[in-house]
């Protein structure tokens, strides 16, 4: 599986920006894909992922909720990051995450910089 993602960038507190990834491939047998980030000096964390399976799921770390929003077209394979009130704390290199048939695969990342 390959990930390819899009989006990014320098904004102001404030605004909005939304990523995008596609997951390229033969076979897809996806248990979840995501977002993840990494701010300097940090481990990387969740920040929003949708599960499949029964009922499937979303998660969202609690630094997000109300601001970000996932979505998933399971058609195309990809997955949206919608971020508003962006703020300076969201700063990190963001990668998209896809666990298919259990095994884990990650985008290269790209970077969200907020700041005035």
């Known amino acids: 599986v390959q990930l390819q993602a899009s989006g990014g960038g320098l904004v102001q507190p404030g605004e909005s920006l939304r990523l995008s990834c596609a997951a390229f491939g033969r076979r897809f047998s996806i248990d979840a894909m995501g977002w993840h980030r990494q701010a300097p000096g940090k481990q990387r964390e969740l920040v929003a992922q949708?599960?499949?399976?029964?009922?499937?799921?979303?998660n969202y770390a609690d630094s997000v909720k109300g601001r970000f929003t996932i979505s998933r077209d399971y058609a195309m394979n990809t997955i949206d990051l919608q971020m508003n009130s962006l703020k300076p704390e969201d700063t990190a290199v963001y990668y998209c995450?896809?666990?298919?048939?259990?095994?884990?695969?990650w985008g290269k990342g790209t970077l969200v910089t907020v700041s005035s």
């Open positions: 949708i599960t499949t399976g029964a009922g499937g799921t979303l």
């Open positions: 995450h896809v666990k298919n048939y259990g095994m884990d695969y």
